[in-house]
Nanobody, 119 residues
Framework: QVQLVESGGGLVQPGGSLRLSCAAS????????MGWHRQAPGKQRELVAV???????NYADSVKGRFTISRDNAKNTVYLQMNNLQPEDTAVYYC?????????????WGQGTQVTVSS
């Protein structure tokens, strides 16, 4: 079983920054992709950013140039640096990790962390 623990959400003013972290633990054999999704009230969950094994990244158009995803393979941890935050970035942010244990593939989700951008 794989567990994800997220941290780093909170309240920030427009133009401010936050850094989210997500640490994966458990019987992890390998990790293929780590990413962040978000869900705002009344909206569907959407992909924010993802980083795969090769180090390649992909971002939603709405966050390109403002958010940066990175990972620490030794710690099985993914980060999301969010700069120049805007009110439309307000949402619950969920970490997602896909990989394999010795017993098979996994697709794990974090519990979510609230990010609120408001003056």
């Amino acid at each position: 079983q794989v567990q994800l623990v997220e941290s780093g959400g909170g309240l920030v003013q427009p133009g401010g920054s936050l850094r989210l972290s997500c640490a994966a633990s458990g019987n992890i054999f390998s990790i293929n992709a780590m990413g962040w999704h978000r869900q705002a009230p009344g909206k569907q969950r959407e992909l924010v950013a993802v980083i795969i094994n090769s180090g390649s990244t992909n971002y939603a158009d709405s966050v390109k140039g403002r958010f940066t995803i990175s990972r620490d393979n030794a710690k099985n941890t993914v980060y999301l640096q969010m700069n120049n935050l805007q009110p439309e970035d307000t949402a619950v942010y969920y970490c997602n990790v896909r990989g394999a244990t010795l017993f098979g593939r996994f697709d794990a989700w974090g519990q979510g962390t609230q990010v609120t951008v408001s003056s």
